[in-house]
């Protein structure tokens, strides 16, 4: 079964660095999303993106975050410079349809990303 | 503004014991009622989608069933196997298509 690939799986580095999180999404997909679920809490939306350009984002994603599409497979999250707060689990998400309507989010293992 | 709450927030059974965990939501309008399962360290997997009162699916030891209110994941005769974090996601019509998690059940089940 096709499946969304992210890496790394944890990514360590310093604050005011930064990083770049990578991810496949499954290859017939449209839509794609990063959310972000810091630990104990809630899963939470940051960014969708379709056709080449953010279709949507949340209040966390701001000018510190940017996402692109390099090519015709990945997908990226990119921070410019880290916080401590922005220590959490990221999980990249495709689907075919808008948000799931009739097709569901598939979900990537997610990179875990500690900033120290 | 929209709410999902999930109970309980966690929830430990011996093998075998049949339970029930909520979600209920406040949305102006549901297009789409999501679960999933979550291992420890892992992505969320997809499980259920429900879209209207009435509406019921089954998958193995799981059954879903939603009000206009709240769903319910039915879980019957579990394994240790269940043993996860079960997370409810809404999605709300005539606005934003994104949806929006609840805080998750974890569940445990002793062998």
């Known amino acids: 079964e096709p499946e969304v690939t992210q890496t790394p799986s944890h990514q360590v580095t310093q604050m005011g660095q930064e990083v770049i999180l990578r991810c496949v999404p499954i290859s017939n997909h449209l839509y794609f999303y990063w959310y972000r679920q810091i630990l104990g809490q809630k899963v939470e939306f940051l960014v969708s993106?379709?056709?080449?350009?953010?279709?949507?984002k949340s209040e966390i994603f701001d000018d510190q975050f940017s996402v692109e599409r390099p090519d015709g497979s990945n997908f990226t999250l990119k921070i410019r410079s880290t916080k401590l707060e922005d220590s959490a689990m990221y999980f990249c998400?495709?689907?075919?349809?808008?948000?799931?309507?009739?097709?569901?989010?598939?979900f990537g293992n997610g990179t875990r990303l500690t900033v120290t | 503004e929209d709410q999902v709450t999930q109970s309980p927030e966690a929830l430990r059974l011996q093998e075998g014991e049949s339970s029930s965990l909520n979600c209920s939501y406040t949305v102006s309008g549901l297009r789409g009622l999501f679960w999933y399962r979550q291992d420890p360290g892992k992505g969320p997997e997809f499980l259920f989608t429900?879209?209207?009162a009435g509406e019921e699916k089954e998958k193995e030891r799981l059954k879903a069933t939603l009000t206009k209110k709240e769903s319910f994941l039915h879980i019957t005769a579990p394994k240790p196997e269940d043993s996860a974090t079960y997370l409810c996601a809404v999605q709300v019509s005539g606005g934003s298509y994104i949806p929006t998690f609840g805080r998750g059940t974890s569940l445990i089940v002793h062998p």
């Open positions: 998400a495709s689907s075919y349809h808008p948000g799931g309507g009739n097709s569901p989010l598939h």
């Open positions: 429900l879209y209207s």
């Open positions: 993106f379709y056709n080449n350009e953010i279709s949507e």
